[in-house]
Structure formats: structure tokens, C-alpha cells
């Protein structure tokens, strides 16, 4: 499995994701999940995938290879949103060669990817492209993407993020999710490569890779884990009394009423079996001959 997450913010780009893949309990690989493209002072690009393996790392060979699809490619492009275009159409390609075969083996065409950059003279941008080449970008409004096993790391960001979080702010919200994701789901797990890309560099200044023995990922296991316990401990229980206006629990609801009880009736007599009497002159179907 996967996670991975990209954050598009006022200020520029935050890319995090974890490096596991596995066929099985007993199959577990690592494989850098993250790509950058750039040209010095022109363009900037990360591609974070997940998926099938084999699909993915297919596609990522064709843009590294510079291969020019409808003649473009993402050296030569002149927005990020066609560079989005490029990779969609890379992903056809791949799937115009292999999904016959994966058909006949039983194995889903699964691409999904997240892709982010800047051209010099335009804002910094985000995609979600999906395995049929289509995709979507963040907006202010919606600032981020995930792919992969999501929804573990997903409460944290939409409780804290905003598109002014500054980057910071941000990289410590993207790595408390993605602790959150590796402490409920074992498909997930470090090395975590992070990229924090400020706006209008087109390079990337802060790349690095996080481990176990990394201070800060440390820390940060730690202390939430210990924060969410307090938050928790912090919270008062619920009041069954009514004494406590502020903690009642009893409080009737507004659109519903108590949910019903159905009791069995007080005092109702046991059903007993009913017999029919027999007519005069007729003679009981039980009796046997002698």
C-alpha cells in the first residue's frame, strides 16, 4: 500500500510520502515513490505515485525519458497544467500497451498520482491524476490531495489546513498525518520522503528523507501521540444527572424524539392450547379399534 500527500499553499508545494510496497504480509519492499523534475531556472515539477507498481513505474520512465507525446513532453511544456496533460497521456500510452494482458491476469489498470509544480512566470499548482489520464487541481477552497491509504491522516489535515497555512505550519501537519496513517495501518511505513517547495525558487531547496532515527519525525510520534492522550484525559465525561447543563448528555434532541422501547405487556397470561370438543354420537379419531 500507499500514502502519500500534497499540499498546494499560498506559499508554495509540501510532498510527503512513505516508501512501502507489499504483495502480502510476508512481501514487503521499499521503492521511492516521489520524482523532481528540473530545469534550472525555468521549471520545477514532483511526482508522487501510487498504485500497481509495475503501471506506475512505466509511466515514469516515459516522462523521464523526455518522450514526446503529441509533441510535448514535460520539458517543454509551457504550464504546469500541461505538463498534467503529458502525464495523463503517458498514462494512456501505458495502458493502450498492458491492459489486455493485465485483463487476462486478473489485475486492475490502478494509476493514481499527484503532481505539482511551477513554471517560471506562473503560480505554483497541484493535480490528482487519475488511471484514465483525467485529472483535477486543488483550489483554495480544497488545498490539498492524498492517494493511497487516506483516510487515517485525513482528520488532521482538514482541521488544521488552510491555502494561507504557512509552509512550516504545514510541513508539521503533513508529517503528523502520514505518523497517523504508519501508526493505524502497517502498508504503510518509513523511509518518508519530504519535499518542501517555496514558490518562485523552480528548485528544490528542502528534500530530504526521514527515518527512524530521524529527531524530528521522532518527536513528532512521540508528542502527538501524548498530546491526543492529554486532549483526551482533558475533555470532561458525559453527565447523566443533568447537573452539569454543560456536560448532560441527557438533553432531548431537536429533530428526534427517544428512541422506543417495546416491552411485552404486564400480566399477560401464557397462550394455552386450544381443544375442540367433540360431537354427541361421534366417537374420538384417537380411540383404536380392539
Given amino acids: 500500500m500507499t500514502y502519500c500527500v500534497g499540499l498546494c499553499l499560498k506559499d508554495g508545494l509540501v510532498f510527503l510520502s512513505d516508501t512501502r510496497t507489499n504483495a502480502g504480509v510476508d512481501q514487503i519492499g ?9 530545469k534550472d531556472g525555468d521549471r520545477f515539477f514532483a511526482l508522487m505515485s501510487a498504485g500497481n507498481l509495475a503501471i506506475t513505474q512505466a509511466v515514469k520512465e516515459i516522462l523521464l525519458q523526455g518522450q514526446l507525446i503529441n509533441g510535448k513532453n514535460l520539458w517543454n511544456v509551457e504550464n504546469t497544467h500541461d505538463a498534467a496533460v503529458v502525464i495523463g497521456n503517458a498514462i494512456k500510452q501505458v495502458y493502450d500497451r498492458d491492459h489486455k494482458a493485465l485483463e487476462k491476469a486478473g489485475i486492475d489498470f490502478n494509476c493514481n498520482l499527484i503532481f ?9 499548482r497541484l493535480f490528482n491524476i487519475y488511471s484514465a489520464g483525467n485529472f483535477i487541481e486543488t483550489t483554495p477552497e480544497t488545498c490539498y490531495f492524498q492517494i493511497g491509504e487516506s483516510k487515517y491522516g485525513k482528520p488532521i489535515l ?10 512550516s505550519l504545514a510541513t508539521k501537519c503533513a508529517l503528523i498525518s502520514m505518523d ?3 501508526n493505524s495501518n502497517i502498508s504503510v511505513g518509513l523511509p518518508l520522503d ?16 526521514l527515518d527512524e532515527s ?7 510520534h512521540r508528542s502527538w501521540g501524548e498530546k491526543l492522550r492529554d486532549a483526551f484525559n482533558s ?8 447537573t452539569s447543563p454543560s456536560r448532560s448528555i441527557t438533553s432531548p434532541a431537536k429533530k428526534m424524539g427517544v428512541i422506543p422501547i417495546h416491552r411485552s405487556a ?21 380411540k383404536q379399534k380392539a
Fill in 30 to 38: 521499499t521503492f521511492r515513490k516521489m520524482s523532481l523534475f528540473q
Fill in 214 to 220: 530521524n529527531p524530528y519525525f521522532q518527536m513528532i
Fill in 194 to 209: 519530504l519535499l518542501v517547495y517555496e514558490k518562485n525558487t523552480l528548485q528544490a531547496n528542502k528534500l530530504v528523507t
Fill in 235 to 242: 475533555i470532561a465525561e458525559p453527565s447523566w444527572s443533568g
Fill in 116 to 124: 505539482g509544480g511551477q513554471v517560471k512566470g506562473e503560480r505554483p
Fill in 158 to 167: 482538514d482541521r488544521v489546513l488552510s491555502f494561507d497555512t504557512p509552509l
Fill in 266 to 286: 404486564k400480566g399477560a397470561n401464557a397462550s394455552k392450547p386450544i381443544s375442540k370438543s367433540i360431537p354427541k354420537g361421534k366417537k374420538s379419531s384417537s
Fill in 180 to 182: 497517523s496513517t504508519i
